[in-house]
């Protein structure tokens, strides 16, 4: 089988600080340059919890990818405390688990299966996508969609929207008469915004960078879109501003909190990443700040109620697991017997060249020499590789 690794840098030994470290601006360059170092195959996942990058071929190990993901990304921490090495079918099962929601910091969180699915299609687009890891890659998005239509890991409470709705809930007490500013409106601000009630008195803003899109989403929720220069005005008689951008830059700074807040009090959450929000936003008087680490925790006390989900999804990844692993092993035969049958043939029809050269042969019995010869050699070879096929297939 082709050795398939691994190296992961997630939620479970790292805060939202470290993640951000170990960010990587440019997959495709990335992958590209993975190969340059010797890499057969390689795909990168990264999200907001996590960076990931999976491996094929024997030149790369541990210390290499870990090597490559540290200078890539620019980090100066120490790598070995924070990331996770999976190799061979481990690796495979981590895709799976991951694929179907069950090494999410939300439990069952449908998001995580769009991300592989994107990781493979830009591995694709890269040309670093190559045989083995798109037989894993489908056998785990495959095994993701039927463990979320079998169980009830995906039910209630599994998206980042829910869980930042739960928590600002709980910090206010109720969202009635409240109003609340979205600033971004990528796939994290719509996710937050769709989750919120589509009924009751409350108001809502979205702000982005791109006027229209933050018209689209607020149309789609029944909110007011705000141009992001306007910000100030709108945060003043604001009770929770989310951040939700992908911005490289701090999107609310104290200055523009700071003035706002002299009378009244204020809610911000941000789920940016990296972070949008000086983090001295925190220290003023009035204002909460609930950083990506105080909702991962929210997270983890929900993951409590589907536990029960957890045993079900892994008896049903179990035998979709097998097949993969199987696939991989029968191609990787196949591959190997088709690489040794064409360095047989070469010198096969070497020997022949030489045979007809010496005796005077008719055309039957060239025929018959080179028929004989050649089913000598894959009768020879083909039971090292466990086929039957006359033909070398397995």
Not at 85 to 100: C, I, N, P, Q, T
Not at 141 to 156: C, D, F, H, K
Not at 300 to 312: D, K, P
Request: glycine letters at 8%; charged letters at 25%.
């Amino acid at each position: 089988m082709p050795r398939i690794m691994c190296l992961s840098i997630s939620h479970k030994k790292a805060p939202v600080r470290v993640l951000e470290s170990f960010a990587l601006d440019d997959i495709k360059s990335s992958l590209l340059k993975l190969r340059d170092i010797g890499a057969e195959e390689s795909v990168l996942i990264q999200t907001c919890h996590r960076v990931e990058i999976y491996s094929v071929g024997t030149r790369l190990g541990r210390k290499e990818l870990e090597s490559f993901l540290a200078s890539e990304s620019g980090s100066n921490l120490p790598i070995e405390l924070y990331g996770e090495f999976y190799d061979g079918e481990e690796a495979v099962r981590h895709l799976f688990y991951l694929a179907s929601g069950l090494e999410s910091v939300i439990l069952g969180e449908n998001e995580v299966l769009h991300q592989v699915e994107d990781s493979m299609r830009i591995a694709r687009e890269a040309g670093t996508l190559g045989r083995a890891l798109e037989t894993a890659f489908r056998g785990a998005i495959n095994a993701g969609r039927v463990v979320r239509r079998r169980t009830a890991i995906a039910r209630g409470s599994v998206s980042l929207g829910n869980i930042v709705m739960k928590a600002i809930s709980l910090e206010l007490g109720s969202l009635d008469g409240k109003k609340l500013v979205i600033i971004g409106a990528g796939k994290i601000g719509c996710l937050i915004a769709k989750a919120l009630p589509r009924k009751g008195p409350i108001t809502i803003f979205i702000a982005n960078r791109t006027y229209a899109r933050a018209e689209k989403l607020a149309e789609a929720v029944g909110g007011s879109a705000v141009r992001f220069e306007n910000i100030r005005e709108t945060l003043s008689c604001a009770d929770a501003v989310i951040c939700a951008t992908s911005s490289p830059h701090l999107v609310l700074r104290l200055e523009d909190i700071q003035p706002i807040v002299t009378d009244k009090s204020l809610l911000v959450v941000d789920v940016s990443n990296p972070r949008g929000v000086d983090e001295r936003i925190g220290e003023l008087s009035g204002v909460k700040l609930i950083d990506l680490d105080q909702i991962m925790r929210i997270a983890r006390e929900n993951m409590r109620f589907r536990e029960a989900a957890v045993m079900t999804a892994r008896e049903i990844i179990a035998p979709s697991l097998a097949i993969v692993m199987e696939r991989l092993m029968i191609g990787d035969r196949k591959q190997r017997f088709e690489e040794i049958m064409r360095w047989a043939e070469g010198r096969r029809q070497a020997a022949l060249e030489v045979a007809i050269k010496r005796g005077a042969f008719s055309e039957e019995q060239v025929k018959v020499i080179d028929d004989f010869s050649y089913a000598l050699m894959r009768d020879l070879i083909a039971p090292f590789f466990n086929t039957e096929n006359s033909e070398g297939g397995i």
